[in-house]
């Protein structure tokens, strides 16, 4: 598979105030994606788009490691998303809201750190290579559909990335992450939610559980999120487990994940299957199918969707892509694929599909 993130090493600094084993480094990292989106069925019309940050996210980040000795680092993340389309912020986002952290790592103890990071719902089941929309979709394979109802606040459409596989983050949290161990390693996470007079309001957790052997591996996470609103305090929950197996140049992976509204009711379950295979080191070609269900409180909705990709790699960090994703969902629902985030982005009935052409580098 392909690295999410990867960078090039810019700066080795040795500080004359610390021991000669002392070093530290400042890795500039980021990612660049732009294309071309047809859009089948958009109020009942086609339309083309620019879009970015589609195969990957569009990032310019910052990571430091310092040796302190003893297998011991301190270590530093502070990540930027923006448009690619006109360099701008992405709504409601500020400086380094992608990511921003602090901590410690140890080959001993394990890593702690704190500050605005991912919860396991991303570390344990998509950046261990379980989720299929890493491998076709991409930001359109993620999870959405007709479950507006749901109403995840703060979220552009009331369901975009239900399950927080595209890397949701939990703020003003401390994470723990403990070394491997005959392949076997367990996280845990807790975000205050910085409420004066109430030391659980707003308050967040997460946990993953993750076994990499040589080519099989398997995870699991559970995430629980509660949101300030003026109208009260909303909980949203998630829980998923995945796996891959690599064989002869295949990738297989899948994943079941679920949501639900504490407050307001909705749920929602998925399934999802796909497989990536590499026809020579630079083409591949990607698929995968999902299935998801809502609730009686979203109208017992349910859609299919499948994507799929060719992809051609220029060089070791650039690539194009020919990329598209349909969904289709019950009768009298309105489909919406994820990625899609303007109000009247839903189709004019159950079916809705996305063709794409685009270029991702990193750096």
Same mark, same amino acid.
């Given at each position: 598979?392909?690295?999410?993130?990867?960078?090039?090493?810019?700066?080795?600094?040795?500080?004359?105030?610390?021991?000669?084993?002392?070093?530290?480094?400042?890795?500039? =990292?980021?990612?660049?994606?732009?294309?071309?989106?047809?859009?089948?069925?958009?109020?009942?019309?086609? &339309?083309?788009?620019?879009?970015?940050?589609?195969?990957?996210?569009?990032?310019?980040?910052?990571?430091?490691?310092?040796?302190?000795?003893?297998?011991?680092?301190?270590?530093?993340?502070?990540?930027?998303?923006?448009?690619?389309?006109?360099?701008?912020?992405?709504?409601?986002?500020?400086?380094?809201?992608?990511?921003?952290?602090?901590?410690?790592?140890?080959?001993?103890?394990?890593?702690? &750190?704190?500050?605005?990071?991912?919860?396991?719902?991303?570390?344990?089941?998509?950046?261990?290579?379980?989720?299929?929309?890493?491998?076709?979709?991409?930001?359109?394979?993620?999870?959405?559909?007709?479950?507006?109802?749901?109403?995840?606040?703060?979220?552009?459409?009331?369901?975009?990335?239900?399950?927080?596989?595209?890397?949701? #983050?939990?703020?003003?949290?401390?994470?723990?992450?403990?070394?491997?161990?005959?392949?076997?390693?367990?996280?845990?996470?807790?975000?205050?939610?910085?409420?004066?007079?109430?030391?659980?309001?707003?308050?967040?957790?997460?946990?993953?559980?993750?076994?990499?052997?040589?080519?099989? /591996?398997?995870?699991?996470?559970?995430?629980?999120?509660? =949101?300030?609103?003026?109208?009260?305090?909303?909980?949203? #929950?998630?829980?998923?487990?995945?796996?891959? =197996?690599?064989?002869?140049?295949?990738?297989?992976?899948?994943?079941?994940?679920?949501?639900?509204?504490?407050?307001? /009711?909705?749920?929602?379950?998925?399934?999802?299957? /796909?497989?990536?295979?590499?026809?020579?080191?630079?083409?591949?070609?990607?698929?995968?199918?999902? =299935?998801?269900?809502?609730?009686?409180?979203?109208?017992?909705?349910?859609?299919?969707?499948?994507?799929?990709?060719?992809?051609?790699?220029?060089?070791?960090?650039?690539?194009?892509?020919?990329?598209?994703?349909?969904? #289709?969902?019950?009768?009298?629902?309105?489909?919406?694929?994820?990625?899609?985030?303007?109000?009247?982005?839903?189709?004019?009935?159950?079916?809705?599909?996305?063709? #794409?052409?685009?270029?991702?580098?990193?750096?």
């Amino acid at each position: 598979m392909k690295p999410f993130f990867a960078g090039a090493t810019v700066a080795m600094l040795a500080s004359a105030a610390l021991p000669a084993h002392a070093q530290s480094s400042v890795t500039i =990292y980021g990612a660049l994606d732009a294309g071309l989106s047809y859009i089948s069925n958009v109020g009942g019309h086609g &339309t083309l788009r620019m879009d970015d940050g589609i195969n990957r996210p569009t990032l310019l980040g910052f990571r430091g490691v310092e040796n302190l000795g003893g297998g011991n680092r301190a270590v530093f993340e502070l990540t930027t998303q923006f448009s690619l389309d006109n360099g701008s912020l992405l709504p409601g986002q500020s400086l380094f809201s992608r990511t921003a952290y602090v901590g410690f790592d140890s080959d001993r103890l394990g890593r702690l &750190t704190l500050g605005n990071q991912y919860d396991f719902m991303t570390d344990s089941l998509f950046f261990h290579g379980d989720d299929p929309a890493e491998d076709a979709g991409h930001l359109y394979g993620f999870r959405a559909g007709p479950f507006r109802k749901l109403g995840i606040p703060n979220n552009p459409t009331g369901d975009f990335d239900w399950d927080r596989m595209a890397a949701e #983050r939990i703020a003003n949290s401390v994470k723990y992450m403990s070394p491997t161990y005959a392949g076997w390693s367990a996280g845990a996470m807790y975000g205050f939610g910085n409420v004066a007079g109430s030391i659980g309001t707003g308050n967040s957790s997460s946990v993953g559980l993750n076994y990499v052997g040589a080519a099989f /591996g398997a995870n699991a996470a559970y995430t629980d999120v509660k =949101y300030v609103t003026p109208g009260g305090e909303i909980g949203i #929950r998630n829980w998923g487990v995945g796996a891959h =197996y690599n064989w002869s140049g295949f990738v297989f992976n899948g994943i079941v994940t679920t949501v639900r509204n504490t407050v307001a /009711g909705g749920a929602i379950a998925e399934a999802s299957g /796909g497989l990536i295979y590499y026809i020579r080191p630079d083409w591949s070609v990607g698929g995968a199918y999902m =299935y998801m269900k809502g609730n009686q409180v979203l109208n017992n909705n349910h859609a299919h969707q499948v994507s799929a990709i060719l992809d051609h790699l220029l060089s070791k960090r650039t690539s194009v892509y020919l990329m598209s994703v349909y969904q #289709r969902t019950n009768a009298g629902a309105q489909a919406l694929i994820n990625g899609l985030t303007e109000p009247n982005d839903s189709a004019s009935g159950p079916n809705q599909m996305i063709v #794409r052409v685009g270029v991702h580098t990193l750096f």
